[in-house]
């Protein structure tokens, strides 16, 4: 749709219930106008946490929706299990969305596989989407600062999403490299011990924007 400084844009999401297929650029269906920015194979589907709404809503007194920052995916926790956040998520982590997990044996061989290679970098077009309806000035830097602006997967085996499915996490191989560490490393002021980078470094699966990001971080 028409957006901000006479650009297109596809961030104000909606909704759906019917199932959509999911391939190595994302969900189908769903558009991207900036494509140098947005979408690609290690930006195919983005997901943020309900907790991000909840935390702009409180700080700015703000009533935002789901689905207007542009993400694809919100999941919600069952049976006592954390919420997905920064805080809960790893790099590497793989999800899948839909059928059975289970002694090592996937059910559903339609169901979706995703993982986690990168956070989001949140950009002036947060700004401009809530500043249609408020004037509340830079909120894109607040939510950098408390890095809470959800992950990008990459789609690791095609399928069929759709709403209230269940989702599995089935391989975690870096359990250290949590999102909200990865923020709080990359934005800070200090350097750090080589010891603590180089293990971030080693993730194969760390999108190599953020890599360069922490080698500049050595002390």
Known sequence: MPFAREQLSAIDKSPIQAPALV???GIEIDEQA??????GYLKAVHQLPKATYDAINQEFGLNVQSGTLGENLITKAVDGLPELTERTVCIGDVFQYGGQ???NKIADADSVQLRIVQPRRPCYKINDQIGQFTKVPNIASWVSKQGIAGWYFQVVRDGIIQADLPVYLIERPYPFANLKTLWQITNSKDKFDAAIIEPWLAIDCLEES???ALKKKIK
């Open 210 to 212: 953020w890599k360069a």
């Open 34 to 39: 900036d494509r140098r920015h947005h979408g």
């Open 101 to 103: 997990f289970g002694n």
């Open 23 to 25: 391939n190595f650029l």
